[in-house]
Nanobody, 122 residues
Framework: QVQLVESGGGLVQAGGSLRLSCAASGRTFSSYNMGWFRQSPGKEREFVAVISWRGSSTSYADSVKGRFTIARDNAKNTVYLQMNSLKPEDTAVYYC???????????????WGQGTQVTVSS
């Protein structure tokens, strides 16, 4: 069992930065791929980024590539999402997720956090 708690969301102006954190409980955090997803009002939840269990491999949605960076610290049971050059269209609730086979696809994740709101003003 893994419990995930996101933090770091808030209100930021366009062009600004935020760093999201996702703290995981449980001793098996390091065996899970970790992903970030987001959901805007009226839209389906979408993939943002994923990092492999060892941190050696990452993948990003085209919409955030070059602006967002996913990282993890297995010693702290935490995964991060550094978001730079934020745009109003990045406004969403951001969720972290854990899955042994976590990928771009939501179905590959077993555990989800409650989400943290990110609002980017123009």
């Amino acid at each position: 069992q893994v419990q995930l708690v996101e933090s770091g969301g808030g209100l930021v102006q366009a062009g600004g930065s935020l760093r999201l954190s996702c703290a995981a409980s449980g001793r098996t955090f390091s065996s899970y791929n970790m992903g970030w997803f987001r959901q805007s009002p009226g839209k389906e939840r979408e993939f943002v980024a994923v990092i492999s269990w060892r941190g050696s491999s990452t993948s990003y949605a085209d919409s955030v590539k070059g602006r967002f960076t996913i990282a993890r610290d297995n010693a702290k049971n935490t995964v991060y999402l550094q978001m730079n050059s934020l745009k109003p269209e990045d406004t969403a609730v951001y969720y972290c997720a854990a899955g042994e086979r976590g990928s771009r696809w939501q179905i590959t994740y077993d555990y989800w956090g409650q989400g943290t709101q990110v609002t980017v003003s123009s």
